[in-house]
DNA sequence: TCCATATTGATGCATTTGCATTTATATGAA
DNA sequence: TTCATATAAATGCAAATGCATCAATATGGA
């Protein structure tokens, strides 16, 4: 609410931000339909679900896990689970609730989009940064969601 | 092509980029939509018009400084026209493109947005970095669009 | 000049996102 | 126990995005 400019230095990382991130996404995700492979988000949920426990997730640990609005991630879910990657249950804790678990046929897909992904992502940021400046912007980045 | 795992540190800092873009971004438009202004979007359509020459931009050099989509661009052009902050007009040199400039009003709101945005960047960037740090950020996400 | 090709911009249609609200269960205080 | 409130998840409807394509003009050879 005091809104004195931000320094030069921050509105400039701030606007780059916008525009390394829009490029980066799109590469990505070009690559990706151009493989006729699902969206990079499914990929996130994919490896989260592969991640977790065999119990699977809670689409609330999920949704936080993937910074999704919640209505969101309710849709993402119902596309995955109509493709077949991911499973519904009712929640044994929580008569309100799901739990979610990765199917074979999600593990599979996951699989087969890594590679895809791998190299987009080497040719978005690999192949542009050395190894310890990707450290340095990877910490920086890091400062800008940190919970305090 | 090749698909080598990329370092750890590549895949962290893609995975931070894409986390830290998503939290600043929906800090910036969560408070501009609180105080009842228009989108993130809309401002920097504005702001590049308002840098221009006073004989305004053509659709494609706007969308190309933005990084949109031509038909992204074209239907915020609408919306801006709609809203009466953009004027369109027939580009003389070239019979198939126009030449938009910002109004009056659509310079006011500009204006009156910026406070609000500025408050935002510092709290999702300013807050979190000092100043050499943000330079340093600024400049690695540059190189990850640098056209080389 | 003429034509093939490229560029500018718009648009119909499908998908996704955002918003507001709803349904159902859980929790905690009186 | 009972009720007010909070949390989990879904959904109807509107707005934005993505995709493919189109119409109109430009451009650069043959």
Redesign the pocket.
Known sequence: MNSPTPPDAVVRAWARLERAHRTAQSTVEARL?KAGLPPL?WYDALLELERADPAGL???ELQKEMLF????L????D?LEAAGYIA?SA?EE?????RLTITKSGRAIRRRMWPVYADAITAAVGSRLSESEATTLGDLLGRLYASA
């Open positions: 339909k988000a809670r689409p609330f609005a919640q209505y969101n309710s849709r993402l879910v596309r519904r929640s929580d008569g309100r609730g799901q």
